[in-house]
């Protein structure tokens, strides 16, 4: 079965996703490590992961206000454009969708959700034109989930091999698709 059958269940929308998840996509700073400025003082560099429909104009605003009120200033590396989802089509959508609803572990649906609460972002490459979508197969729970890429992050053992067990199959899917 492959996405656009009949049997197809429709794309859940972000508000049919539980308000405990939904505390999880949001616009995020995430701060790197300090160091020393180049005159002196000290210097960090920030990554700001924005979802669709924050302007990242208003959202530099609103960092450089903050460091103008505490004597700080802002040098930009990389800004792009507003954050866009990737097309819900292709090859690799469908092989996902297929595979996702053909879970023996749990029929997963697939959908344009976006996890911002850990910065792992393909919004450099979307912004050179490059369709680019994620793809977690672990299921974790919510209060695994809110340690994703901070200190003592982890998933329950049956978790993590369901997930290896969920990538191995896509990976054979995509690979043998016509």
């Known amino acids: 079965m492959m996405a656009g059958d009949e049997a197809r269940t429709p794309m859940p929308s972000p508000s049919d996703t539980p308000e405990v998840y939904r505390t999880l996509v949001r616009d995020a700073i995430y701060p790197g490590l ?6 002196g003082g000290f210097t960090i560099r920030v990554v700001r992961t924005l979802l669709p429909g924050s302007p990242p104009r208003a959202a530099r605003d609103e960092l450089v206000r903050w460091a103008v009120e505490h004597g700080l200033t802002v040098r930009d ?9 990737s097309a819900a089509e292709g090859r690799a959508w469908e092989t996902l969708d297929t595979v996702l609803r053909l879970d023996p572990f ?3 649906p697939v959908g344009t959700y976006v996890l911002n609460g850990a910065y792992t972002t393909s919004s450099v490459l979307r912004a050179r034109g ?11 729970n919510f209060h695994d ?9 982890r998933i329950s053992v049956p978790h993590y091999l369901e997930g290896v067990e969920r ?12």
Do not use: C, D, Q
Not at 34 to 39: E, H, Q, R, T, Y
């Open 34 to 39: 300090v160091g020393p400025g180049p005159k």
């Open 77 to 85: 590396h990389v800004v792009t454009e507003e954050a866009v989802a």
């Open 106 to 108: 749990e029929r997963a």
């Open 130 to 140: 490059m369709r680019a979508f994620g793809f977690s197969p672990f299921n974790v």
């Open 145 to 153: 989930a809110s340690k994703i890429h901070h200190p003592n992050e």
């Open 167 to 178: 990538m191995r199959r896509f990976v054979v899917e995509y690979a043998l698709a016509p």
